[in-house]
């Protein structure tokens, strides 16, 4: 038996907390008792131990010994105090702690406390197994310590432990289920498709008394890409009337991204979230933004509030929430005339190169940084549709068309495709006089553009072609695009004619249209233009009424009004002796063949290729009479049909 220890009543409780610390060696059991009992309800006797490391050492190293019920009892109460775990930390108790867990695991009244140590200072991550094996057993304490490591390393244990907790969780009765929620939460966070969820006991979980289990049990569900129609619309009930819960808001974005029918049901949160947007910015303009691609008028509600507007665009050069917000910007933008038309007057475009222009000077090159860029950018291309730039600042002006060239060199193919997007918005709009030289020169005068028109991503060629096709559209008078430009972009547009991309193949063709129905420069440049005419020769017959259709409107432009049929006009005698030479009213002829045969022939080929046999005919006549005026100026080979 140890040596007793005899009370004196001049000496208060904190001292005799640590007096008993200091001889636990001799005082052995009963030592470890009566220091337990002087902790309990004690504040003042716990903090006289934590500031004695010699105590705390002791302590520890009585576990183990006579007496290890009380000692982990003792080391539980100090963990209780914030500055108690801390200190058990620094005093390396998890590693010796976790090492015991196995061998204490059969005796319940040791357990206990050792799992409440552990959980105080946080981390058992070298005992996974044996607090798997606990919580298969049921014990609560250990299946939430296993969760802020799950899934754990052993697969077998992990997914016996999921099924556990799933049956668990499916019965009827389930004491606890915070436990295994928080365990499901932690696994499907890393793994959103290993897990079905049980419909009937979610839904019951779903209508819990308790609001925790309910929202617990809606963020399992939100996470879970495996749970039915059902379940998601039952969550987001829960989560629209618990926003305030942490991570309720993100949760909502999910599920309803998820389930875009289900975006009306989510409408009823949009006051809590606008709320919630100094609190929560970014989780609430996740939300939002999933919210208003399901739903217009959500987009007409956010852009009534001037305030949040104006919040929105200034957080856009937050770093913490700038992402978000560019999503919902984004989400905006795609909505109708008028809300582009609100977020165009609040300012977003300035906004916007403000935002883009502060993460390219910061030279930022994270995930985030990359992820805004593309929202940002996307964001912009949208707002520029039917939107007069003349009317805005210089400096916007400049901002815009800066950072669209910046986003043309970037090495991300969604980034590229989005700023071909915005320049080709930018050139659709016809009342830029002032500006025009500007574009040409900067952007379409470049190798940038014809880089991207060879681009390796297909989004980006789409693209670049699209911004040819508006730079070449019969009314952007504006524009004055030279020969030497068609020259220089034809062997791009050779290349996406004939692309395995049916697509690509149909933008280039009406780029290649727009430019036949231009001015005489542009139909004389074109016609020099033979790799360009003999690609849009092989795509006559294609499968695609549409890319038939363009074919034919190009040579119909091309032939149509009378400048080829002038007199004294040789310089278009010789091209147009190429088109001769391939065949291509052969090839016209063909097409007309084919649509004649057809069960179901298209009424706007048939009628667009019998207007350019026409054309191409006269044009035939036209060069007859001329040969033997203009044959030395000309230099023509003898045609024939």
Known sequence: ??????????????????????????????????????????????????ESPASIADLID?????????????????????????????????????????????????????????????????????????????????????????????????????????????????????PGLSYLNAVLR??????????????????????????????????????????????????????????????LATVVGRRPCLASSGAAAIPSLMGLSKSDRSNSYASLSVLVAGLDHVAVAITSSRQFLFDLLGSLQSPEIRRSAAALVHSLSRSRPDVRSSLNGAGALRALVAGMSKVHDGGADDSDAGSYLQLSMAALANLLVHHRLDVDSPETFNGVARMIVAGLQERC???????????????????????????????????????????????????????????FHPGNHSLSPDQQHIHRLSPGLAHCVVSLNSHIVLEALLAVSNIASGVRVHKIALLRCHQLLYAVQSRMLHPWPEIRLACALIIDNLFRKSWIFK???????????????????????????????????????????????????????????????YVQTADLVPIHQ
């Open 1 to 50: 038996m140890g040596a007793t220890f005899q009370w004196r009543d001049d000496v208060d409780a904190r001292h005799d907390a640590v007096i008993v610390a200091e001889r636990l060696s001799a005082l052995g059991e009963d030592g470890v008792r009566l220091l337990r009992n002087l902790l309990v309800g004690n504040d003042a006797a716990k903090h006289a131990l934590i």
């Open 567 to 629: 007199k004294k006009r040789t310089a278009e005698l010789v091209p147009v002796e190429f088109l001769v030479r391939i065949g291509l009213k052969a090839t016209l002829e063909k097409v007309r063949a084919a649509e004649a045969s057809s069960e179901c022939p298209n009424v706007d080929v048939v009628y667009r290729v019998e207007r350019a046999i026409r054309g191409f005919d006269k044009t035939i006549n036209v060069l007859r009479a001329l040969r033997y005026t």
């Open 62 to 178: 009585a576990v183990g010994r006579p007496g290890t019920q009380f000692a982990l009892e003792c080391l539980a109460t100090i963990a209780m105090v914030p500055c108690g775990a801390a200190c058990l930390a620094e005093h390396d108790a998890v590693r010796r702690l976790s090492s015991m867990v196995a061998q204490f695991a059969p005796h319940h009244h040791l357990i206990n406390p050792l799992l409440r140590i552990l959980d105080k200072i946080g981390s058992a991550a070298s005992t996974d197994d044996a607090l798997a094996e606990l919580a298969i057993a049921g014990n609560g304490l250990a299946l939430t310590l296993v969760s802020r490591h799950a899934p754990i390393a052993n697969s077998t244990l992990n997914s016996l432990l999921v099924n556990v907790v799933i049956d668990r969780l499916n019965a009827d009765q389930c004491p606890d289920p915070t």
């Open 190 to 251: 890393r793994h959103p498709n290993a897990v079905r969820l049980p419909s009937q006991g979610f839904r019951r979980l779903l209508a819990d008394d308790n609001e925790s289990v309910r929202v617990l049990t809606a963020l399992t569900v939100s996470l879970s890409g495996l749970a039915d129609a059902d379940l998601d619309r039952l969550s987001v009930g829960v989560l629209v009337r618990a926003l305030n819960a942490p991570g309720a808001s993100a949760a």
């Open 413 to 471: 193919p969604r980034l590229r495709a989005n700023a071909c997007c915005a320049l080709k918005n930018l050139l659709y709009d016809r009342h830029l006089v002032v500006r025009a030289p500007l574009i040409v020169d900067e952007i379409v005068s470049r190798s940038d553009l014809v880089s991207l028109i060879f681009d390796r991503d297909q989004g980006v060629q789409l693209s670049a072609v699209g911004i040819l096709r508006n730079l």
